[in-house]
């Protein structure tokens, strides 16, 4: 008797396919929703991103292998139900109708969840990279530069107010006022500034309160400007290598009833510390952001 071809062998093998799309399924699943966590759970930029990167290279490289894995299986069994279906194998037609509709359903879930994660993490990097991060950057530079515009204006007045106290005096040479230091004293003391310097009309020092905070480079100009009765002020970093220390020469010409110069006032402010840090910070971030935005196509992509 002529044995019945066994039709256990394909339903194993139909079997077979099923259990690893279903588990490519579940495995796509389980890689969006961790994606979503780390999406909420980290920001751009920060050491979690950019470690939690690697763990998602990872996960792309199973993903890649796993289709690489069911495209061989499936490729396998296709190949192997079109020679069934040419050879005229009884029930090929059924099983190819039902590979068809097998392969149909487990398509459909896979392109939603494409789609679905495909949005989700577009929109979360548009959102990361979009304009109001710029708009931040700009602003806080512009908060910045104009707090130095006003600590320049402030030191400059501060200045100018002392060298009218100071023209009462009329001549800075006289050597019957040796009361000139203590009354420089008085003055730093009462208006907070760490060096205060007066010349007279020919730009020879002639008294100094304080320490100072920086060498006599870049003075000379502000005080050949007071003399010529044009107040100036400066702003400069203290040393070269300090970079969060920077403060405020401001100049002012010291004028007699008869409104001539005969000298010049000179004081140096330091700016806060804090200041300048907040500033170096929001550079920074914003510098780090710009590098991350070259990338930003590497990174959809990825």
């Given at each position: 008797m002529?044995?019945?071809?066994?039709?256990?062998?394909?339903?194993?093998?139909?079997?077979?396919v099923?259990?690893?799309?279903?588990?490519?399924?579940?495995f796509?699943?389980?890689?969006?929703?961790?994606t979503?966590?780390?999406?909420?759970?980290?920001?751009?930029?920060?050491q979690?991103?950019?470690s939690?990167?690697?763990?998602l290279?990872?996960?792309?490289?199973?993903?890649?292998?796993?289709?690489?894995?069911?495209?061989?299986l499936?490729?396998?069994?296709?190949?192997?139900?079109?020679?069934?279906?040419?050879?005229?194998?009884?029930?090929?037609?059924?099983?190819a109708?039902m590979?068809?509709?097998?392969?149909?359903?487990?398509?459909?879930?896979?392109?939603?969840?494409?789609?679905?994660?495909?949005?989700?993490?577009k929109?979360?990097?548009?959102?990361?990279?979009?304009?109001?991060a710029?708009?931040?950057?700009?602003?806080s530079?512009?908060?910045?530069?104009?707090?130095?515009?006003?600590?320049g204006?402030?030191?400059?007045?501060?200045?100018?107010?002392?060298?009218?106290?100071?023209?009462?005096?009329?001549?800075?040479?006289?050597?019957?006022q040796?009361?000139?230091?203590q009354?420089?004293?008085?003055?730093?003391?009462l208006?907070h500034?760490?060096?205060?310097?007066i010349?007279?009309?020919n730009?020879?020092?002639?008294?100094?309160?304080?320490?100072?905070?920086?060498?006599?480079?870049?003075?000379?100009?502000?005080?050949?400007?007071?003399?010529?009765?044009?107040?100036q002020?400066?702003?400069?970093a203290?040393?070269?290598?300090?970079?969060?220390?920077?403060?405020?020469?401001?100049?002012?010409?010291?004028?007699?009833?008869?409104?001539?110069?005969?000298?010049?006032?000179?004081?140096?402010?330091?700016?806060?510390?804090?200041?300048?840090?907040?500033?170096?910070?929001?550079?920074?971030?914003?510098?780090?952001?710009?590098?991350?935005?070259?990338?930003?196509?590497?990174?959809?992509?990825?």
């Amino acid at each position: 008797m002529k044995e019945l071809p066994n039709s256990s062998q394909p339903d194993r093998n139909t079997s077979r396919v099923r259990r690893y799309v279903l588990g490519m399924i579940l495995f796509l699943v389980f890689a969006l929703v961790a994606t979503q966590i780390f999406l909420r759970q980290t920001s751009v930029g920060s050491q979690k991103f950019v470690s939690a990167t690697y763990v998602l290279w990872t996960a792309t490289a199973l993903i890649v292998l796993a289709l690489l894995i069911l495209a061989t299986l499936l490729g396998r069994n296709l190949i192997k139900l079109y020679f069934e279906r040419k050879s005229g194998q009884v029930g090929s037609r059924f099983k190819a109708k039902m590979v068809r509709i097998f392969v149909a359903l487990s398509l459909l879930p896979a392109v939603l969840l494409f789609s679905l994660a495909y949005t989700l993490v577009k929109g979360s990097i548009e959102q990361w990279f979009s304009a109001p991060a710029v708009e931040l950057h700009k602003w806080s530079l512009a908060i910045a530069e104009q707090y130095y515009r006003e600590a320049g204006a402030r030191a400059l007045s501060l200045a100018e107010n002392i060298a009218a106290k100071a023209g009462a005096r009329e001549r800075l040479d006289n050597p019957l006022q040796p009361d000139l230091e203590q009354a420089l004293s008085e003055m730093r003391q009462l208006y907070h500034i760490e060096n205060l310097r007066i010349y007279t009309r020919n730009g020879v020092l002639a008294g100094e309160s304080g320490s100072r905070l920086s060498g006599a480079a870049g003075v000379d100009v502000l005080v050949a400007a007071a003399l010529e009765g044009v107040p100036q002020s400066q702003l400069k970093a203290i040393a070269p290598g300090e970079v969060l220390r920077q403060m405020i020469w401001a100049a002012a010409p010291i004028r007699n009833r008869k409104g001539e110069v005969f000298g010049a006032i000179v004081t140096e402010t330091e700016i806060p510390n804090s200041v300048r840090f907040q500033e170096i910070s929001v550079m920074e971030a914003y510098d780090a952001y710009q590098r991350l935005q070259s990338r930003e196509s590497a990174l959809r992509f990825n």
